[in-house]
């Protein structure tokens, strides 16, 4: 079965820094998707890469794939303390039948934490 | 609705009990799945509903689980007898086209179930 690997587990970084959350699949990725989620409250889908090299941006948040490494990366610039929270990245899954299928995998999460 | 609603919130049950929990979908969206999430962990998968069909129950840990979704719209999870390693969060996600594939699933904010 599929897994995935967050790094760093957790992070502690000063409002206004940068930083990365890595994300690597064990298995060839079929579409790779970036939560975020604070405590006790469901997922809010941040963005879904498809393809390898796809990149996507919202706002200060950028998210890449790359295909060949079986890895996504998400950047966020100039961090805020509106940012904290848990970040999953989660992969989907081909069925029985070979196709595209929405059953996610997901990482252990990376805890985030930004200090005024 | 405006987006997916989940029912209780919270529930606390005696070990031995049964449960049910409640998931709305968003309106018109043909995929529905269930997530299980442990403290500290990722989503894991649980089922999956297309439309009124459950068309993979793979991830239910036991006979205890049970899933339905009779018209196609709301769904209910049940869990039997209920033990102490139930305590979880319990997700539910719908998206709008069959098999969710390569499609952004939209989270309810959970029930979390505490087993005593």
């Known amino acids: 079965s599929q897994e995935l690997e967050q790094s760093p587990q957790s992070l502690i970084v000063q409002e206004g820094k940068n930083l990365t959350i890595n994300c690597t699949s064990s298995k060839t990725l079929y579409g790779l998707y970036w939560y975020k989620q604070k405590y006790g409250e469901g997922l809010i889908f941040l963005m879904m890469l498809q393809k390898g090299g796809e990149e996507k941006s919202h706002e200060k948040i950028t998210a890449k794939l790359d295909e060949k490494k079986q890895q996504s990366s998400l950047h966020i610039t100039a961090s805020q303390p509106s940012h904290a929270g848990i970040y999953l990245c989660g992969a989907g899954a081909l069925n029985a039948g070979g196709t595209s299928y929405g059953k996610l995998t997901f990482g252990q999460g990376t805890i985030l934490t930004v200090h005024p | 609705g405006a987006g997916v609603s989940q029912s209780p919130r919270y529930k606390v049950a005696k070990r031995g009990q049964d449960v049910a929990l409640r998931c709305d979908p968003i309106s018109g969206h043909v995929s529905l799945f269930w997530y299980q999430q442990a403290l500290g962990q990722g989503p894991e998968f649980l089922t999956y509903?297309?439309?009124?069909?459950?068309?993979?129950k793979s991830g239910l840990p036991s006979d205890r689980f049970f899933a339905e979704r009779p018209e196609g719209s709301v769904s209910t999870l049940k869990i039997q007898r209920t033990q102490q390693e139930d305590s979880a969060v319990y997700l539910c996600?719908?998206?709008?086209?069959?098999?969710?594939?390569?499609?952004?699933?939209?989270f309810g904010p959970g029930t979390r179930l505490t087993v005593l």
């Open positions: 509903f297309q439309n009124e069909a459950q068309l993979d």
């Open positions: 996600a719908s998206s709008l086209f069959p098999r969710g594939a390569r499609d952004t699933q939209y």
